[in-house]
Structures are given as C-alpha cells and as structure tokens.
T-cell receptor, first 115, second 109 residues
C-alpha cells in the first residue's frame, strides 16, 4: 500500500531557485495538506486543500504556492527559495478536513536545504 | 505563547519501566486531542486519540484534564521499540490541528 507518496525525498537548492514538491495519495481522501517541520517546533501548516478544487492558506504560507491538481495530487511550489525555507516538508491527507478522527496520513517527508 | 507545549525530554528509561509525560494547550475551546508517534527521520503516525474519560490502548494510557488544559501519555512496561518522539496534537475548529514539538523517549536495554 503506497498511501502518501512525496517526491523528491532530498533536494539542495541555491537561494533564488525554484522547485516543486509533488505529493500523491491513493486512499481516495478528500483533504490534503503541506506541513513543514523545523527543530524545536511543531509541524506548521503551510497550505491545505479541503477538497478537490479548493486550497487555503495555513499558518506559514508566505513564499509558497500550491496546486490541487486532482483528487490524488497536491503540489507545493517554492518560487524563489530562501535559506529560511530549509526544512523537512510533509504532505498529508485525510478523509475529511482535519480528519474526523484526527488521523492524518503523512508521506515520508522531503528534506530541503537552501544554500 | 505556543498553542501546544511539550517537555522535549529526552526521557531515558530502562526496558520495563513506566514513563509518563504531559502536554499543555492554551486554547480552552480545543475540541479534540491526539497523540502521534514519530520515529527518527520518519513521518508522524497516529498513536491514539484522547477521550475525556481517559483511554487505554495496550500499554499506552492517555488522559485529558480540561480544567488544567493538559493531556498526558503513560507508557507501561517500556520496550526498546517505544523509543520515538511523541507529538501532542490538538484540534481547534474545522481544519486546525496544532502540533506540539514533541517529547523524545529513549528506552535502553
């Protein structure tokens, strides 16, 4: 069972470069999310998509854009990477927004370093 | 003030010991509460929900104290495989899940 798959797993960028993180889920979930995780801080929500065709800002959306391409796929784009965006990025999905039971299913994470 | 605060630990315990730790939350309107487990360099996974009356799942017991705004997790008969970071998660509103930074538990042989 693939669950939530995100690519790439590792990426090194130079300041000002752009890139897109891809995420796909095969659980037929309606809601999808992008989080970032930094040392000493909890997971912080960047953007979320309650359902296909909708996207909304989370706590830390500046410097990012997202696309809900279809029900399965939710991508995160960094238009002009900055060192402050060095982080581990997690894509997640749930059956309903914030998970009716609180259960989010996470991808394995993408480790991004911006030099 | 952070919405969810946890003692980062680490809690170093021998196999077979009991370990317990708390998580405090700032918003009294928080609706639901959960514990997630995150192994080193892995993704978080739901460990258990926390119910108002408290609940157990095998060796794990979760408690909620709404008056003092904290939840707790107790692990009995610790196993080496329990070594992980435990994330406290609080649901507020329709979409907002607030994650704590985690409490690290290391179980030694």
């Amino acid at each position: 069972n693939a669950g939530v798959t995100q690519t790439p797993k590792f990426q090194v960028l130079k300041t000002g470069q752009s890139m897109t993180l891809q995420c796909a889920q095969d659980m037929n979930h309606n809601s999808m999310y992008w989080y970032r995780q930094d040392p000493g801080m909890g997971l912080r929500l960047i953007y979320y998509s309650a359902s296909e065709g909708t996207t909304d800002k989370g706590e830390v959306p500046n410097g990012y854009n997202v696309s809900r391409l279809n029900k399965r796929e939710f991508s995160l784009r960094l238009e002009s990477a900055a060192p402050s965006q060095t982080s581990v990025y997690f894509c997640a999905s749930s059956e309903s927004l914030a998970g009716g039971t609180g259960e989010l299913f996470f991808g394995e994470g993408s480790r991004l370093t911006v030099l | 003030r952070k919405e969810v605060e946890q003692d980062p630990g680490p809690f170093n315990v021998p196999e077979g010991a009991t370990v317990a730790f708390n998580c405090t939350y700032s918003n009294s309107a928080s609706q639901s509460f959960f514990w997630y487990r995150q192994d080193c360099r892995k993704e978080p996974k739901l460990l258990m929900s926390v119910y108002s009356s408290g609940n157990e799942d095998g060796r794990f017991t979760a408690q909620l104290n709404r008056a003092s705004q904290y939840i707790s997790l107790l692990i009995r008969d610790s196993k080496l495989s329990d070594s992980a970071t435990y994330l406290c998660v609080v649901k507020l509103g329709d979409y907002k899940l607030s994650f704590g930074a985690g409490t690290t538990v290391t179980v030694r042989a």
